[in-house]
């Protein structure tokens, strides 16, 4: 008798345990479900999000394709335009045997070449600003020239830019000579 | 127990009656006695039954409501898994919702873009006008202009002078260098 008392009461006590198992289930389910359905909507947010931006970025995308597209042709042109305009300039510097170089200072430097016909290639130069009062004034002469100061001043009041280098170019050949 | 004392009042009436006279009468009265004492056995025994029986049935019914129960948690406990694994799906969903690499794309795209902007307008503000600057310069010292389109080897041009516009036609393979200079400057006018 004792035994089925025992037996009895085991189940009891397990009844017991298992009912408050189940409360606290519950009480989790509903935990996660609430969770759940807080993170799904979240999620279709994002997701709804996510198709605007990306469709944003694919017009972006498209608008920079035009984009590179417009500076590539500007890019190419310019570099046409500095092709011609170097060819250009080396036909000149070659014929002329005449070198013009911007240095630092806002100077420019005039390398004369075929000057010594013994040695064509010897460069004879020399270097050009404008000073303060907008005068052009000449430095640097390589060999030295007595005449440059001379020049300076008629270059001055005539502005014949073109004669100033005839006449420069005619007084480095005469150092040659002499 | 009242069975029991019914039982020794048998026996004593049983003794009682070897001694005594009156034997029918005090017979009849121990077999009523001991119908009695059967009956009440019986009453008990029966009793005795149904509260077992009732018993049984109580337990049964508890431990029914016990695998019911039992049951219940083990359905809770797969419906908290099944939560479990829907809630770790979607927060691994929510975490994979994201744009870094289009946009990290974008970025070097932009950056692309911007750098050869930069080139371009360096290119338009910076170096062609830069060469532009040199090539009018040299047009105005030596007042020459070049035929482009001539056959190689061919120095052609025009020199336009004060008065006269001068045409040069030299053929640079059978002339030097120093030549050629010396001839292109004696047309640039020494007269300030």
């Known amino acids: 008798m004792s035994l089925k008392l025992k037996e009895e009461e085991r189940m009891v006590e397990m009844f017991l345990e298992y009912q408050n198992q189940v409360r606290k289930q519950n009480k989790l389910i509903q935990e996660k479900k609430a969770n759940l359905l807080i993170m799904i909507a979240e999620v279709k947010g994002k997701r709804q999000e996510l198709e605007v931006l990306t469709a944003n970025i694919q017009d972006l995308k498209e608008e920079y394709s035009r984009k590179k597209e417009t500076i590539s042709s500007a890019n190419r042109a310019n570099e046409e335009r500095l092709k011609r305009l170097q060819k250009s300039a080396d036909l000149y510097k070659e014929r002329l045997g005449l070198e013009i170089r911007k240095i630092h200072g806002d100077k420019l430097q005039f390398i004369f070449t075929n000057i010594d016909p013994k040695h064509p290639e010897s460069p004879f130069m020399f270097s050009l600003s404008l000073n303060e009062a907008k005068e052009y004034e000449v430095s640097d002469s390589v060999p030295h020239l007595e005449c440059l100061a001379e020049f300076q001043e008629n270059v001055r009041k005539t502005n014949n830019f073109s004669a100033f280098l005839a006449n420069v170019r005619k007084a480095f050949t005469a150092t040659v000579y002499n | ?192």
Not at chain 2, 81 to 87: H, M, P, V
């Open chain 2, 1 to 192: 127990m009242a069975a029991f004392r019914d039982m020794e009042e048998v026996s004593h009436g049983l003794l009682s009656l070897l001694g005594a006279n009156r034997a029918e009468a005090q017979q009849r009265r121990l077999l009523r006695r001991h119908e009695q004492v059967v009956e009440r056995l019986l009453e008990t025994q029966n009793g005795a039954d149904r509260r077992l029986r009732e018993t049984l049935a109580v337990e049964e019914e508890v431990a029914q409501s016990l695998l019911e129960l039992k049951e219940c948690t083990r359905l809770g406990g797969t419906e908290l898994q099944q939560l479990e694994a829907e809630l770790r799906k979607t927060i691994e969903e929510d975490a994979s919702l994201q744009l870094t690499t289009e946009l990290q794309e974008l970025k070097e795209l932009e950056a692309g873009l911007q750098q050869q902007e930069r080139e371009v307008d360096k290119d338009t503000t910076v170096t062609i006008p830069s060469a532009v600057y040199v090539a009018q310069l040299y047009h105005r010292i030596s007042k020459i202009e070049w035929d482009y389109e001539c056959e190689p080897g061919m120095v052609k041009g025009i020199h336009h002078g004060p008065t006269v516009a001068q045409p040069i036609h030299l053929d640079s393979t059978q002339l030097s260098q120093k030549f050629i200079s010396d001839y292109l400057w004696s047309l640039v006018d020494t007269v300030w």
